[in-house]
């Protein structure tokens, strides 16, 4: 394990958007085991299993991928071992439940959104840029998602949206564990914030809906 001091870095800047309000994360350094292979072993997964169930009052759950990759530069999501898509389906397997035995009432899930932006970044020219590792991309991840609720028998309905986003940098000395690692810790973030959000919503404009949850 190469030292701070010595070893190649990753240079790590977060940033979210959650509805309307935006939050400035600290920039982060982390440092890595040199290797230029892919993550050893099994592909890790955003997990969501130590998060308690919300079952609502709902006879299904229908969840929909609304969002379409380009699956060509300067999107890139599709090179994640985790995508945001695949994390938010997982999401929904988890966290959403039906448990309304004697209701018509059906809830929907859709993402809307769940890109992933390179953006390749400038260098410091001349002679300081050719012995300076800096960072050479970034990577602006996006989580948006829709949760509806319709019952046809009465006309009640709900509806509530989370949009989340994070960013890192990766340095140009990073390898391809090295760079894995960081997307898979970005979704991980995204993630956080995606559920957290998810879960103020669900308290402020659909519990006449929920059944139990152990929201915070």
Known sequence: MPSQSGGKMFVMKTSKHILVAAVLGLGTVLSACASDEPIAGPVPEVGFQHLSAI?????KINVANAYQSPMKMPNVEYLFPTSPAQAMNAWAGARLKA???NTSAVAAFTIEDASVIET???KTEGLKGYFTYEPAERYDASAQARLTIQNPANGASGEVRVSAK????VREDATLAEREQAWFNMIEALMADFDAQMEKQVRAHLMRWVMSANLK
Do not use: C, K, M, T
Request: glycine share 14%; charged share 25%.
């Open 166 to 169: 994070r960013s890192i940098e």
């Open 55 to 59: 079952q609502f009052n709902v006879a």
């Open 99 to 101: 448990g309304g035995a």
């Open 120 to 122: 390749r970044l400038d």
